[in-house]
């Protein structure tokens, strides 16, 4: 692997996290937002939007928590193809 290569690496694995997490912050404003949208509408359906709510924010922070994850796995391995560019 280049010097360009692994740079590109750890650029992508540098905004890949915020990425992630302004996404899931965003995702999760829209659905509360339209959760509270709907209860405003409809009061009497509060109970089933909750429901919905809570299990589809569930889903939007497993996707940041997966990015999260990826991160933690692929750091070691940019160190380990850094120590070899620079060593060869």
């Given at each position: 692997m280049t010097m360009i290569g692994l740079a590109i690496a750890f650029f992508g694995l540098?905004?890949?996290v915020?990425?992630?997490?302004l996404g899931g912050a965003a995702a999760q404003g829209r659905a509360a937002a339209a959760a509270l949208?709907?209860?405003?509408?409809?009061?009497e359906a509060a109970g089933e939007i909750r429901v919905l709510l809570i299990i589809s924010l569930a889903f939007v922070e497993?996707?940041?928590l997966y990015a999260l994850l990826t991160f933690f796995l692929l750091w070691p391995n940019l160190a380990k193809m850094l120590d070899k560019v620079q060593s060869g």
């Open positions: 540098a905004l890949g915020p990425i992630a997490v949208d709907g209860i405003a509408r409809q009061p497993s996707l940041v």
